[in-house]
Nanobody
Framework: QVQLVESGGGLVQAGGSLRLSCAASGRTFSDYAMGWFRQAPGKEREFVATISRLSLTRSYADSVKGRFTISRDNAKNTVYLQMNSLNPEDTDTYYC?????????????????WGQGTQVTVSS
């Protein structure tokens, strides 16, 4: 089992920034690719960003490319999502997840464990 706990969400004005953190425990963190997803009420969960186990590979959804940056610190068992130039369309609950895979994954079904989510609200 892997436990994931997100933090760093909140209310921010359009154009502002937030940094989300996701702390992992329970298994060897560097054995997992990590991802961030987001979901609005009544909508499907969508991929945001992913990073490979040793940070060699990253991938982003087109909607956040150039604005969001995913990173990880394996010594701290933590993955981050730096979000800049936020707009109201980024308002969602953000979830981190881990996948026991060698390669990065963008599909929700490929992830084994999920956090409870942290709310991000961007006001216009």
């Amino acid at each position: 089992q892997v436990q994931l706990v997100e933090s760093g969400g909140g209310l921010v004005q359009a154009g502002g920034s937030l940094r989300l953190s996701c702390a992992a425990s329970g298994r060897t963190f560097s054995d997992y690719a990590m991802g961030w997803f987001r979901q609005a009420p009544g909508k499907e969960r969508e991929f945001v960003a992913t990073i490979s186990r040793l940070s060699l590979t990253r991938s982003y959804a087109d909607s956040v490319k150039g604005r969001f940056t995913i990173s990880r610190d394996n010594a701290k068992n933590t993955v981050y999502l730096q979000m800049n130039s936020l707009n109201p369309e980024d308002t969602d609950t953000y979830y981190c997840a881990c996948a026991a895979t060698l390669r990065i994954r963008t599909r929700e079904a490929d992830y084994n464990y999920w956090g409870q989510g942290t709310q991000v609200t961007v006001s216009s």
